[in-house]
């Protein structure tokens, strides 16, 4: 708007010496540059298709011209008709009522940000909420907003009503789920003769907590079923809350295994066919395992593996850090926060190295 207003002031004080200089001027030197100015016009209106006034050209142009009489500017060579001329002026003077006659202020005041937010939290934590749900619970908190105002805000932000948002995915059904979930495979690693060697592993969804229950060279129904009796061992002992197993169909698992477990109310469940994503957060433990542990350390025999193996069931559960759990360990909390300034000036952490320095664990000095 400034420069706008700068601007046609600029163009009123170079027409007006363009006016000062036509005033000593003759009418003969007059009427040849007006010819010659006409001239040019000509040649300009045929090499240019539409020309583009700003809104200061306008202004000058209206302001020059809407003291002439219609039948006199249609006789002008002009680059718009004269119709354009009437109808700028009448624009013009719209806009100029419309700012002095307008409010200050239209409507209700917009509403505080931090509401926003909460609405929009209640919403996405609450999908079978409507806006009159929410409307009640910002009134039980001693939040007054009007209901309407709610459903603008969902509205707003692209959440649709509640009925279309309580369907569920397989995500939010599998995080809701998570504590009464176990999940365990066989996976193949080889020593340094070539020999190959199968380790059983089970996990926990909730906790990520890792439980390696053995290796051997010829897995057999009864070595798979010996190790289900010491899982449901250990998981009586932890007190463990989980209900249900995930297992793909490999036929080292008997209907033996399922009975021990079915015992001790473990209902089993079995991935599909070739389809590893049902059991995704084993597979994916399966391959850290790989890249963190035995794709950097040689294998002799089982005891070594099971020394190995043994080592980083320690470091898995204790230490090392999980996106999934805010990146705290599956045994270990996080500690609170260093604020101290000092504290974080003066840091002083050592490093406890396992396995000959495969894996790396660090602590502030005591």
Known sequence: ?????????????????????????????????????????????RQ?????????????LVGLLHHLPM??????????????????????????????CAPKRCGRPPTV????????????????????????ELAALGIKVAASTVWEILREHGIPPAPERQSTTWADFLRS????????????????????????AVIEHATRRVRILGAAAHPGAQWIVQLGRNLVMDLQDARSQAR????????????????????????????GVRMPRMNSIMERWIQTCRRELLGRTLIWNRSHLLHVLQEFESFYNGHRPHRALGQAAPLRPL???????????HLEVHRRDRLGGTLYEYQHAA
């Open 1 to 45: 708007m400034i420069c706008r207003a700068a601007a046609l002031t600029y163009l009123a004080v170079t027409n007006t010496f363009a006016l000062l200089r036509l005033l000593p001027m003759s009418d003969r030197d007059k009427g040849i540059e007006i010819l010659a100015l006409r001239h040019q016009l000509l040649v300009l209106q």
């Open 48 to 60: 240019v298709g539409q020309p583009r006034f700003t809104d200061t050209d306008r202004a000058v």
């Open 71 to 100: 039948d006199k500017l249609r006789h002008l060579l002009l680059l718009v008709r004269p119709d354009t001329i009437v109808r700028w002026h009448r624009n013009l003077l719209k806009r100029r009522h419309a700012a002095t």
């Open 113 to 136: 940000r931090s509401i926003r937010v909460l609405v929009l939290r209640l919403a996405h934590e609450n999908s079978s909420w409507g806006y009159r749900r929410i409307h009640s």
């Open 177 to 200: 789920q998570a504590d009464a979930l176990l999940a365990c495979d066989l996976f193949e690693t080889r020593t340094l003769t070539g020999a190959r060697l199968y380790v059983f």
């Open 244 to 271: 249900f197993l995930i297992r793909d169909r490999d036929s080292k698992f008997t209907q033996a295994f399922d009975a021990v477990l079915a015992d001790a109310e473990l209902e089993v469940v079995t991935g």
């Open 335 to 345: 500690p609170e926060p260093i604020t101290e300034p000092g504290q974080i000036a």
